[in-house]
């Protein structure tokens, strides 16, 4: 019986561990469940009021390691969100897409980083990435980027500013165009991207475009042609701007203000306006002086940041978004291509020359840039005479050429461009006057 009873208590004892076991495990189930699928947010990298670099492994969904900076007021979770600014580089600074400390400085070279490593504050998180060595941004990519940032850091969605330099200034057209619903405002700094076409989606978004005169790596005319693009009016922006000497830069700096209730442009003098909060207006500040870095006086001009955070994306309707073809002022694809987000070809400024002996001037060197092929891939050129007397062309299928023997008259010039996916046609004018 002592033997039987031993073993009967010996039975429950079992039962009763397997069913705690059996519990335990549960218990350990749920709570695993729930960590898999509640939303977390991620630990900032940074302390609020510094900037810090994130590399790519560090940032687990991130299509680019970036400089991280965040206002000194960032709370990590709460109803205090935080305005974003996205900062486009421009093709110097492009590295290995921020996988090491050593390329991803690069960024700090110019504008907000350069400036928040200076010291300066702001009120926005600023995120700052790196794109691929050859320094342009993808739209798809940095709309995946934004959706990084909208996930993992406590932040404003009705308030997404994205501005950039150069390449940097093309993505921020494009991606101004291709996501206008999640767009506030956009500020593109000597954009590297051109198209007039016209595709107002950007009706009731904040722009302000910034361009130096006298740009000879991108002309200020691919603003113009960016502005007049996003605009309904047939009117050009350039109507109305103050040349000096039949064509050169105004005395002062001089800013076009774009009514939509109007329908109209106007230029006023200084690179400012009276109304720095009146959103009915779309913004071109074109600096009298100045080569390709325009993103200096820009990036310094306290009213623009003013300007800059009074914008929300409320949600109004605004014009259905349709494809933009990006293309050159005088483009012309000569076959199809996956354009991207690449812009195309701009050749160094024409040639206007008086001389009553055209065969002694001196010869001139005329080259392509700003397009490197689609996904950056090398290209191919041909120079060749489009019309008129001719020139000399020393290296006919290279980027760069020197031109010489010079004739009197108006002489086109042609390059063909073609790269792995697609091509480009643009012309350069040289006009020989004063002969005898």
């Given at each position: 019986?002592?033997?039987?009873?031993?073993?009967?208590?010996?039975?429950?004892?079992?039962?009763?561990?397997?069913?705690?076991?059996?519990?335990?495990?549960?218990?350990?189930?749920?709570?695993?469940?729930?960590?898999?699928?509640?939303?977390?947010?991620?630990?900032?990298?940074?302390?609020?009021?510094?900037?810090?670099?994130?590399?790519?492994?560090?940032?687990?969904?991130?299509?680019?390691?970036?400089?991280?900076?965040?206002?000194?007021?960032?709370?990590?979770?709460?109803?205090?969100?935080?305005?974003?600014?996205?900062?486009?580089?421009?093709?110097?600074?492009?590295?290995?897409?921020?996988?090491?400390?050593?390329?991803?400085?690069?960024?700090?070279?110019?504008?907000?980083?350069?400036?928040?490593?200076?010291?300066?504050?702001?009120?926005?998180?600023?995120?700052?990435?790196?794109?691929?060595?050859?320094?342009?941004?993808?739209?798809?990519?940095?709309?995946?980027?934004?959706?990084?940032?909208?996930?993992?850091?406590?932040?404003?969605?009705?308030?997404?500013?994205?501005?950039?330099?150069?390449?940097?200034?093309?993505?921020?057209?494009?991606?101004?165009?291709?996501?206008?619903?999640?767009?506030?405002?956009?500020?593109?700094?000597?954009?590297?991207?051109?198209?007039?076409?016209?595709?107002?989606?950007?009706?009731?978004?904040?722009?302000?475009?910034?361009?130096?005169?006298?740009?000879?790596?991108?002309?200020?005319?691919?603003?113009?042609?960016?502005?007049?693009?996003?605009?309904?009016?047939?009117?050009?922006?350039?109507?109305?701007?103050?040349?000096?000497?039949?064509?050169?830069?105004?005395?002062?700096?001089?800013?076009?203000?774009?009514?939509?209730?109007?329908?109209?442009?106007?230029?006023?003098?200084g690179n400012t306006t009276n109304t720095p909060n009146n959103h009915d207006t779309i913004r071109f500040t074109l600096y009298k002086t100045g080569g390709h870095d325009a993103w200096s006086a820009a990036y310094d001009n306290a009213d623009m940041w003013n300007w800059l955070y009074t914008w929300v994306n409320t949600g109004a309707?605004?014009?259905?978004?349709?494809?933009?073809?990006?293309?050159?002022?005088?483009?012309?694809?000569?076959?199809?291509?996956?354009?991207?987000?690449?812009?195309?070809?701009?050749?160094?400024?024409?040639?206007?020359?008086?001389?009553?002996?055209?065969?002694?001037?001196?010869?001139?060197?005329?080259?392509?840039?700003?397009?490197?092929?689609?996904?950056?891939?090398?290209?191919?050129?041909?120079?060749?005479?489009?019309?008129?007397?001719?020139?000399?062309?020393?290296?006919?299928?290279?980027?760069?050429?020197?031109?010489?023997?010079?004739?009197?008259?108006?002489?086109?010039?042609?390059?063909?461009?073609?790269?792995?996916?697609?091509?480009?046609?643009?012309?350069?004018?040289?006009?020989?006057?004063?002969?005898?």
């Amino acid at each position: 019986m002592l033997s039987r009873a031993r073993t009967v208590r010996g039975d429950e004892m079992k039962k009763y561990i397997s069913q705690l076991l059996f519990r335990s495990f549960l218990i350990q189930a749920v709570l695993i469940a729930f960590q898999l699928h509640a939303p977390l947010a991620q630990a900032y990298f940074g302390a609020p009021g510094t900037q810090v670099p994130v590399l790519k492994s560090q940032a687990q969904g991130s299509p680019y390691g970036y400089y991280e900076y965040l206002p000194q007021n960032y709370q990590n979770s709460g109803s205090t969100k935080c305005p974003v600014v996205i900062f486009a580089h421009g093709v110097g600074e492009g590295g290995d897409r921020g996988a090491t400390t050593s390329s991803l400085s690069k960024v700090l070279a110019n504008g907000p980083p350069k400036k928040l490593k200076n010291g300066w504050q702001t009120q926005a998180c600023v995120f700052s990435p790196q794109s691929d060595t050859y320094g342009w941004f993808d739209v798809n990519e940095m709309n995946n980027f934004v959706d990084y940032i909208f996930q993992n850091y406590n932040v404003d969605t009705q308030r997404l500013y994205v501005t950039g330099l150069s390449a940097g200034g093309a993505l921020t057209w494009n991606y101004g165009r291709a996501h206008p619903e999640r767009v506030a405002a956009i500020v593109p700094v000597c954009g590297a991207t051109d198209s007039d076409s016209t595709n107002p989606v950007l009706l009731g978004r904040g722009v302000w475009a910034f361009h130096n005169f006298g740009d000879g790596t991108v002309g200020y005319q691919f603003s113009a042609h960016n502005i007049n693009g996003i605009t309904p009016t047939s009117a050009d922006v350039m109507t109305g701007y103050p040349y000096t000497n039949g064509g050169s830069a105004a005395s002062m700096d001089m800013i076009s203000i774009y009514s939509i209730s109007s329908d109209s442009y106007q230029w006023v003098q200084g690179n400012t306006t009276n109304t720095p909060n009146n959103h009915d207006t779309i913004r071109f500040t074109l600096y009298k002086t100045g080569g390709h870095d325009a993103w200096s006086a820009a990036y310094d001009n306290a009213d623009m940041w003013n300007w800059l955070y009074t914008w929300v994306n409320t949600g109004a309707s605004t014009p259905t978004p349709t494809p933009v073809p990006t293309v050159a002022p005088t483009a012309t694809p000569p076959g199809s291509g996956n354009w991207g987000t690449v812009p195309q070809v701009n050749i160094s400024g024409n040639i206007s020359v008086s001389s009553s002996n055209p065969a002694s001037i001196a010869n001139k060197w005329i080259q392509v840039s700003g397009w490197s092929g689609v996904d950056g891939s090398n290209f191919t050129a041909q120079w060749s005479v489009l019309s008129g007397p001719g020139v000399t062309i020393a290296s006919p299928n290279s980027g760069g050429t020197v031109i010489g023997g010079f004739k009197c008259g108006i002489t086109v010039l042609k390059a063909v461009l073609t790269g792995a996916h697609g091509g480009a046609e643009a012309q350069l004018t040289i006009n020989i006057t004063g002969c005898q």
